[in-house]
């Protein structure tokens, strides 16, 4: 398809009808209407939030950031780690990785635009932060770093992909590089909107703005298996085979890491009980949510990979489903995590009890905009697949 | 141009509330327990009848501590929060995108949502009020029975509060974080 001085190469077939034009398995049909139920949630979210604004969600003075904020850095964690991924044939050149940088590069795209999807309803004025953004920058907020780097990455993914799409591997590469810094840079970022918290001494530091790059490589892999898992409906051929061990063996060492990471931030945190950081750490480690990001997104992978070092690309396939959810709960976590403890501790009013930990649940039109995000971003992702030739073409 | 500033003889306060009172009267403050620009902290009393330690039912008046370097001031994308030119740390609704930051990293929990605007507010010495009619007190200051506040230009040598500031020994809240706090608390 030719817009302007652009070639888009759409397949020859791409119409509605090829959209809709699926096998008719029950896997596929049960994705089918799970992504059309969570597209309706969407609209029922945000049709009550332009209804009640910010009084449609469950967040408070207390806790200003809810699910939206864990949802949107999911987001955004995932496409940093598929565009880790898609740089290591295309930018690096690491030939074995090259066959999955299109489809990782055009999963990048999609996954960030579900995360400014998101985001668009959590935060108040959204038109006013495009245009005093631009007009009034705040140049030493993270926020604003962050949003303008994403943005810039944005574009640069979308050039990648579509000197990627013509096979211009030269141009690709140039754009794949500028947009994979300007990425780990927007990323690293994010990390110290959470990092520049001084008053919150449980995140404040260093630790964030690094742990959310390893963090989006670990999740770029876990999404590389399910991308490929669906490809191929799990009968991978021997160069896919090689790809994903290679990825799984990458992975194992990637979480090695990430548990020595988390395990000696938790132990600082509780060492010496400093006030305020050793009690939120002790709360974190009796939680829940906690130890299921643990179980489904460090150890239950990790042990799979050990097996017999990453070469059951299926078995770890439904490891990365599992480690998906995981990432999740990291993320609720972080967010959660980070406002646990009141910053006035004091009582305010007669016959109230002294402040505790924050309280938070999301409210049912958070959860809605969320699950919207997820089938957006599941449904983009298919018209990709139905409109362009994601796999390596032959000779390049 | 003042440095405005407030000392708080905060071992004064009975915990009558009239500053909360005119601070929503003499602002428009929404009523609500959660829609408030000063406060009073209460501790609960330690120990039982008839050994009650009395010296920890202290109150402490708090609001914005309209710190020097100020947190939500950094962490603003948009410059909505910024320093007026009286030194006191405001924010330009027109500007402020709720993305609500600057209550994350409040180290004072100073910030709240305005309902009706839906964006961040928080206390502004009565600048728009007050100190636009050109007065020089704020309403907390001016109702309080016990005379805890006293408001002030910290650059004027000659001001009340910087005599106050001068003679009576003195701490701010959370000063390790290096905000410089412009409330002082009189010991």
């Not at chain 1, 999911?74 to 690491?94: H, P, W, Y």
């Not at chain 1, 995140?203 to 898992?229: D, E, H, R």
């Not at chain 1, 997820?374 to 390049?396: K, M």
Request: aromatic share 12%; glycine share 8%; charged share 15%.
């Amino acid at each position: 398809m030719k817009i302007g001085p652009l070639n888009i190469p759409l397949k020859e077939d791409f119409s509605l009808k090829s959209i809709l034009g699926f096998e008719k398995t029950p896997v596929n049909m049960l994705v089918a209407v799970s992504v059309l139920a969570m597209l309706a949630m969407l609209v029922i979210g945000v049709a009550t939030y332009l209804m009640h604004g910010h009084h449609a969600y469950n967040v408070t003075r207390e806790h200003p950031w809810g699910l939206l904020i864990a949802v949107y850095i999911f987001f955004v964690v995932s496409s940093t780690g598929f565009c880790i991924v898609g740089s290591l044939g295309d930018v690096f050149g690491f030939k074995d990785y090259t066959m999955i940088s299109k489809r990782a590069i055009f999963g990048s795209i999609v996954t960030i635009m579900a995360g400014f999807t998101v985001i668009a309803f959590e935060i108040g004025h959204p038109v006013t932060m495009m245009i005093y953004n631009v007009l009034s920058p705040g140049l030493t907020s993270a926020i604003w770093w962050m949003g303008t780097l994403y943005g810039l990455y944005l574009t640069f993914m979308i050039i990648e992909f579509y000197f990627l799409l013509n096979n211009d591997m030269k141009k690709a590469k140039v754009f794949g590089l500028t947009g994979l810094l300007v990425g780990l840079a927007a990323h690293s970022n994010l990390g110290s909107v959470f990092g520049f918290l001084n008053a919150r001494t449980i995140s404040q530091g260093v630790f964030y703005p690094t742990y959310f790059i390893l963090t989006a490589f670990i999740t770029g892999i876990f999404l590389s298996f399910i991308i490929m898992g669906f490809r191929y409906k799990l009968n991978f051929d021997e160069k896919t085979k090689k790809l994903l061990e290679g990825l799984a063996k990458i992975q194992g060492l990637l979480i090695s890491i990430l548990i020595f990471f988390v395990t000696w931030k938790l132990l600082t945190d509780m060492y010496g009980g400093m006030p305020n950081r050793a009690e939120v750490a002790g709360h974190i480690l009796g939680s829940g949510s906690f130890w299921t990001e643990v179980i489904l997104a460090m150890v239950l992978p990790l042990l799979i990979i050990l097996k017999d070092f990453g070469k059951s690309p299926v078995l770890f396939f439904w490891a990365s489903l599992s480690g998906m959810v995981g990432i999740f709960f990291m993320r609720y976590n972080l967010v959660h995590d980070t406002q646990l403890k009141p910053l006035q501790m004091m009582k305010t009013r007669e016959y109230q009890l002294p402040p505790e930990w924050v309280h938070y649940f999301p409210s049912a039109t958070e959860i809605m905009i969320s699950l919207g995000g997820l089938g957006l971003c599941i449904l983009l992702y298919y018209i990709g697949t139905r409109a362009f030739n994601l796999d390596e073409e032959e000779g390049h | 141009m003042a440095r405005y500033g407030m000392a708080l003889d905060y071992k004064n306060c009975i915990n009558c509330k009239a500053c909360e009172v005119a601070c929503k009267e003499e602002n428009g403050v929404l009523l609500g327990a959660d829609k408030h620009r000063i406060w009073v902290g209460q501790n609960e009393v330690k120990g039982e009848w008839p050994l009650i330690d009395i010296a920890s039912a202290a109150f402490l008046p708090s609001q914005c501590q309209h710190c020097d370097e100020a947190p939500c001031q950094m962490v603003c994308p948009t410059n909505a929060t910024y320093y007026d030119e009286n030194h006191v740390v405001r924010v330009d609704s027109e500007k402020c995108i709720l993305c609500s930051y600057c209550m994350n990293a409040c180290p004072y929990d100073a910030r709240y949502v305005d309902s009706r605007t839906m964006t961040v507010d928080k206390c502004t010495f009565c600048s728009d009020t007050r100190l636009a009619r050109g007065e020089t007190t704020t309403a907390c200051q001016n109702t309080c029975p016990t005379k805890v506040r006293t408001f002030g230009d910290l650059d004027d040598p000659n001001s009340e509060i910087s005599e106050l500031l001068r003679t009576r020994e003195h701490f701010s809240l959370k000063a390790n974080l290096g905000t410089k706090p412009k409330l002082y608390y009189l010991t």
